[in-house]
Structures are given as C-alpha cells and as structure tokens.
C-alpha cells in the first residue's frame, strides 16, 4: 500500500480563495482587515516568511502593513510598537516574526499584544482559551494540520493521536486541538520511554521536533494518517546543493500508512493560508459582525 500524498498546496491555494470571497464580502460593508507584521533583524529565512505574507495578505484583498526594524533594536522601543499597533484601529491583526534577537525577550512581546489581534494564537490568553475549549484565535501552524487531518478522516472522535513535540507554536495547540475533537491524545517528546512503540499505536501521527527523518517508517501504524509538521534543509544528492526533508522519513512510512503530507507542499502552505484566516476572523470579532464561512 502506497499511503495517498495529503496535497497542502492545493488544499492552501482552496483556503486563500475562499479567504478572499470573504474579505470581497467585507469590503463591500466597509470593513478591509489589516494586517500588521513586525520584522526585527535581518535573519534571511524570516525575511522570506515576511514577504511571502505579505504578498498573500494583499493577493486576498487585505491591508498589509509592515514594520521592518534593525537588528540592534531594544525590546523598549518593540514594545512602543506593539502598543501602537493594538490602538489602531486599522490593524486587526499583529504578528510579530520569530525568531527575535537575543536582548529582546519574546515572551513579553508576545504578552503585549492585544489577545483580539493575536493572529499567531500565542497569547497566554489565546492558549488558555484554546485549552479551555472556548473560542479563540488558534496559531496557524496545527490549525493547518487539523484541517489536513480532517479533510482525509472526516470525523476523529475517539482515534488514537500521537504529536511528537511539545512547542507552544505547535506541539501543545496540536494537542489541545486535537484534545478538543476528542481523540486520545499523547504528547510525545525526548525524554519519552519506547518513543517508536508509542507512535505505532497511533491512528495519527503528527510529528513537530525539527529532527530531520527522526520518524522511521516502522513507527508507523499500517493504516495511519501522518502529518509532517518539520522543514529541515539536508545535503542534497549533488555537491553543494542541499534539499529540504520533514521529520518523517517519508519513503519508508508512505509505504505503511493511509496518508502522509509531503515536504514540501504538506503543511508548509497551509500556515500563511490559516493566518489569513485568523485575520478576517479577528477583524469581524472586532467590527461586531459574525465572520464569513471560509
């Protein structure tokens, strides 16, 4: 059994479009959302990730606004910003881009943006509602994975899931989502005992730790959905050239399980896709005005 390949890219580009019906639909009632994203530094990954979204945000007919400062910048003068952007009233949404450099401390940034803005579901807040079960922006990444996971399995109540990775961007919102749609749930993560046997009872797998193919095929459960949440870069076959692999060693499990995302074009795509989403959703939480189906 080869497992179906779980198509992101497309399932992304579905997103997106329905995203901007959504916002076409604002628009023509007077309400555009924005979306305000912060760059500190010069860090080359994150300056891709910031011009990527911002070149969704306004494909889908959004404000985008952005803030670009130097490295050297002081959490003093990041957190003046923060603030100002949560008095806006034409920002809707904040995202502030990870990783930040080392004299600023994240976990206050995050703290200082308005919960009603948190497009990124970071917020202490925005985590504790999560957990709750009570609405909530959700952060974009396993927001992703449970649509992917939904779309190939419909209804998941009660199936075994087993999320590798306890990181407050993804392995604990995963849970907690995952939680919600009452599934039973481990977290697993390195000081977990026989990690292989507790991923082969798994109906779902996700795996989050930034370990390049970490995940062996025979961890796989024969039937099982997984989902690649790692994007790590590998020496490619050529000299000199490298590739980008997931957590998963995916030749190996592709052959055991139902489905699987690939790396790329699995569950990279759907991030930008779902905080698209989570702006047009905070933006109507803050009009007062019930948001579009998307």
Same mark, same amino acid.
């Given at each position: 059994?080869?497992?179906?390949?779980?198509?992101?890219?497309?399932?992304?580009?579905?997103?997106?479009?329905?995203?901007?019906?959504?916002?076409?639909?604002?628009?023509?009632?007077?309400?555009?959302?924005?979306?305000?994203?912060?760059?500190?530094?010069?860090?080359?990954?994150?300056?891709?990730?910031?011009?990527?979204?911002?070149?969704?945000?306004?494909? &889908?007919?959004?404000?985008?606004?952005? #803030?670009?400062?130097?490295?050297?910048?002081?959490?003093?003068?990041?957190?003046?910003?923060?603030?100002?952007?949560?008095?806006?009233?034409?920002?809707?949404?904040?995202?502030?881009?990870?990783?930040?450099?080392?004299?600023?401390?994240?976990?206050?940034?995050?703290?200082?943006?308005?919960?009603?803005?948190?497009?990124?579901?970071? #917020?202490?807040?925005?985590?504790?509602?999560?957990?709750?079960?009570?609405?909530?922006?959700?952060?974009?990444?396993?927001?992703?994975?449970?649509?992917?996971?939904?779309?190939?399995?419909?209804?998941?109540?009660?199936?075994?899931?087993?999320?590798?990775?306890?990181?407050?961007?993804?392995?604990?919102?995963?849970?907690?989502?995952?939680?919600?749609?009452?599934?039973?749930?481990?977290?697993? #993560?390195?000081?977990?005992?026989?990690?292989?046997?507790?991923?082969?009872?798994?109906?779902?797998?996700?795996?989050?730790?930034?370990?390049?193919?970490?995940?062996?095929?025979?961890?796989?459960?024969?039937?099982?959905?997984?989902?690649?949440?790692?994007?790590?870069?590998?020496?490619?076959?050529?000299?000199?050239?490298?590739?980008?692999?997931?957590?998963?060693?995916?030749?190996?499990?592709?052959?055991? &399980?139902?489905?699987?995302?690939?790396?790329?074009?699995?569950?990279?795509?759907?991030?930008?896709?779902?905080?698209?989403?989570?702006?047009?959703? &905070?933006?109507? &939480?803050?009009?007062?005005?019930?948001?579009?189906?998307?």
């Amino acid at each position: 059994m080869t497992a179906q390949l779980i198509d992101g890219k497309a399932f992304a580009a579905g997103l997106r479009g329905r995203v901007a019906t959504a916002v076409a639909m604002l628009g023509e009632r007077g309400l555009t959302p924005g979306l305000a994203v912060v760059l500190v530094g010069e860090d080359p990954a994150s300056q891709v990730y910031v011009r990527n979204k911002a070149r969704e945000t306004e494909a &889908a007919g959004m404000r985008s606004i952005q #803030h670009t400062l130097p490295a050297e910048t002081m959490e003093a003068t990041l957190l003046a910003l923060v603030r100002s952007l949560n008095a806006d009233p034409a920002v809707h949404g904040i995202l502030v881009q990870m990783p930040l450099p080392k004299q600023i401390n994240s976990t206050a940034i995050i703290a200082a943006i308005d919960p009603a803005k948190d497009v990124d579901g970071l #917020h202490p807040m925005s985590a504790g509602r999560l957990v709750q079960g009570l609405p909530s922006l959700v952060p974009c990444t396993p927001q992703g994975c449970l649509m992917l996971i939904k779309d190939v399995l419909g209804n998941i109540a009660g199936l075994d899931a087993v999320v590798i990775g306890r990181s407050i961007l993804v392995g604990k919102p995963m849970a907690a989502l995952l939680t919600t749609e009452s599934c039973t749930v481990t977290v697993a #993560h390195s000081k977990t005992r026989d990690l292989a046997q507790v991923c082969r009872r798994a109906d779902i797998l996700v795996a989050a730790v930034g370990r390049a193919e970490f995940v062996r095929g025979d961890w796989v459960k024969p039937g099982a959905v997984v989902i690649d949440v790692g994007i790590n870069r590998v020496p490619g076959k050529e000299p000199g050239k490298t590739k980008l692999v997931g957590d998963v060693a995916f030749d190996e499990a592709k052959e055991i &399980a139902r489905a699987i995302t690939p790396v790329p074009g699995g569950v990279g795509p759907m991030t930008i896709a779902c905080l698209l989403r989570n702006t047009v959703v &905070a933006a109507c &939480a803050q009009a007062g005005v019930a948001a579009p189906e998307m």
